[in-house]
């Protein structure tokens, strides 16, 4: 029904800057919440942000809010993820998700509660 397709992803040098697209298909209606999580190697999928279709409202988590933004074009129906500053720490393969209505907070941090997800993309941030 819904297909996401991340990209952008590679190697990068620490304080440089990648930025992954979200290629979404199907049906996806501005109502849905697109969301940025992430994955080392031995951890828990970390939630990075997310943002609406409609409007464009953003959330960034704390650990990462200085460093990347999220952002959408709607006409290409994707979103996108800047990340400026990289770090190792930030080495991971990055997922992005979506979420359909109703929710009480258009913000979830919690993977359990997205519908949709993409494969992934590598980002690896030597030192």
């Known amino acids: 029904q819904v297909q996401l397709v991340e990209s952008g992803g590679g190697l990068v040098q620490a304080g440089g800057s990648l930025r992954l697209s979200c290629a979404a298909s199907g049906r996806t209606f501005s109502t849905y919440v697109m969301g940025w999580f992430r994955q080392g190697p031995g951890k828990e999928r970390e939630f990075v942000g997310a943002?609406?279709?409609?409007?464009?409202?953003?959330y960034v988590a704390d650990s990462v809010k200085s460093r990347f933004t999220i952002s959408r074009d709607n006409a290409k129906m994707t979103v996108y993820l800047q990340m400026n500053s990289l770090k190792p720490e930030d080495t991971a393969v990055y997922y992005c998700?979506?979420?359909?209505?109703?929710?009480?907070?258009?913000?979830?941090?919690?993977?359990?509660?997205?519908?949709?997800w993409g494969q992934g993309t590598q980002v690896t941030v030597s030192s």
């Open positions: 998700a979506a979420r359909r209505p109703p929710f009480r907070n258009w913000v979830a941090s919690t993977p359990d509660v997205y519908d949709y």
């Open positions: 943002i609406k279709w409609s409007g464009g409202s953003t």
